[in-house]
């Protein structure tokens, strides 16, 4: 899969130096991977959840870190939204809530 906004992953390693390990090796499987719908990612990818009908949230570290994506199956993209440590995930759900509503077709 192509991923895009990688630059989110440097940015929060800066701060998280200790997660640039499980990042390197999220990147290196979601990069020579293809996955055409979200029960197959979740064959590789356990943990993977989908909230709010659209972002993929993989959980990275043993739960320490949750990066938020956007994936587009059909042209095999991966947009890298945010990543959060597990407790500002928590904290930050409105703001996934808020940039969801910008997705609803109704």
């Known amino acids: 899969m192509i991923v895009i906004n990688k630059?989110?992953?440097e940015k929060f390693c800066k701060?998280?130096?200790r997660a640039?390990?499980?990042?390197?090796s999220l990147l290196k499987i979601l990069e020579?991977?293809?996955f055409s719908h979200f029960s197959e990612l979740t064959e590789t990818f356990k943990s993977a959840d989908y909230v709010y009908?659209?972002?993929t949230i993989f959980d990275v570290a043993g739960?320490?870190?949750?990066?938020?994506?956007v994936i587009d199956y059909i042209f095999s993209v991966i947009d890298i939204r945010y990543i959060w440590t597990h407790e500002e995930y928590n904290k930050k759900q409105s703001v996934l809530k808020r940039e969801a509503k910008k997705y609803d077709r109704n």
């Open 7 to 9: 630059g989110v992953i």
């Open 15 to 17: 701060k998280h130096a």
């Open 20 to 24: 640039k390990k499980s990042f390197a």
């Open 32 to 34: 020579t991977n293809t």
């Open 53 to 55: 009908h659209v972002f």
């Open 63 to 69: 739960n320490n870190y949750r990066m938020v994506t």
